[in-house]
T-cell receptor, first 114, second 110 residues
Framework: DGGITQSPKYLFRKEGQNVTLSCEQNLNHDAMYWYRQDPGQGLRLIYYSQIVNDFQKGDIAEGYSVSREKKESFPLTVTSAQKNPTAFYLC?????????????FGEGSRLTVL | RKEVEQDPGPFNVPEGATVAFNCTYSNSASQSFFWYRQDCRKEPKLLMSVYSSGNEDGRFTAQLNRASQYISLLIRDSKLSDSATYLCVVNRGQGGKLIFGQGTELSVKP
């Protein structure tokens, strides 16, 4: 079955530690995205990538980093510079850009900083 | 002011009720509009696109008013399974990013 796989589903980390969230897709989509969702708030775009070896900052990129070395993979690193990292992180992909509005999401990763 | 704003909710309705959600957007260059559904602690999924002429999919009707920069979603004959958060989503413009509203929670009771 085609889809997007995020791991881990739940993650706890201590303050000052970096953590990497995995996102893999087998939909053959060119574009991939990382969003953050906080309670009662809409999704906010962290980073996106339209093509391999290229990515752009979204609205809240500070304290995060990404790479896109393979079409299928778009890992997100939450660095110690991110002041409030506890959140629900969602990875998504689309056939091309966001013009069609159809994003396919993974099941999300819940990060809690202790 | 947020770029996309939705009714704050939550909406608590009995089964069979008709419920309407409203959404306003501030960027007049926005070109395309969507409703997503998100179940509790799950990922969002596309419910329907919103076309200028309005569109219907079964019990769901979406309307767009470009002059007022306003989008709506109407659900008729509500089912228990409709309970979820409904997200209004706007594309800023061609090649632009999708902007998500904060969502409106719906709870349908027996």
């Amino acid at each position: 079955d085609g889809g997007i796989t995020q791991s881990p589903k739940y993650l706890f980390r201590k303050e000052g530690q970096n953590v990497t969230l995995s996102c893999e897709q087998n939909l053959n989509h060119d574009a991939m995205y990382w969003y953050r969702q906080d309670p009662g708030q809409g999704l906010r775009l962290i980073y996106y990538s339209q093509i391999v070896n290229d990515f752009q900052k979204g609205d809240i990129a500070e304290g995060y980093s990404v790479s896109r070395e393979k079409k299928e993979s778009f890992p997100l690193t939450v660095t110690s510079a991110q002041k409030n990292p506890t959140a629900f992180y969602l990875c998504a992909s689309s056939v091309r850009g966001q013009d069609t509005g159809e994003l396919f999401f993974g099941e999300g990763s819940r990060l809690t900083v202790l | 002011r947020k770029e996309v704003e939705q009714d704050p909710g939550p909406f608590n309705v009995p089964e069979g009720a008709t419920v309407a959600f409203n959404c306003t957007y501030s960027n007049s260059a926005s070109q395309s509009f969507f409703w997503y559904r998100q179940d509790c602690r799950k990922e969002p999924k596309l419910l329907m696109s919103v076309y200028s002429s309005g569109n219907e999919d079964g019990r769901f009707t979406a309307q767009l008013n470009r002059a007022s920069q306003y989008i709506s979603l109407l659900i008729r004959d509500s089912k228990l399974s409709d309970s979820a958060t409904y997200l209004c989503v706007v594309n800023r413009g061609q090649g632009g990013k999708l902007i998500f509203g904060q969502g409106t929670e719906l709870s349908v009771k027996p």
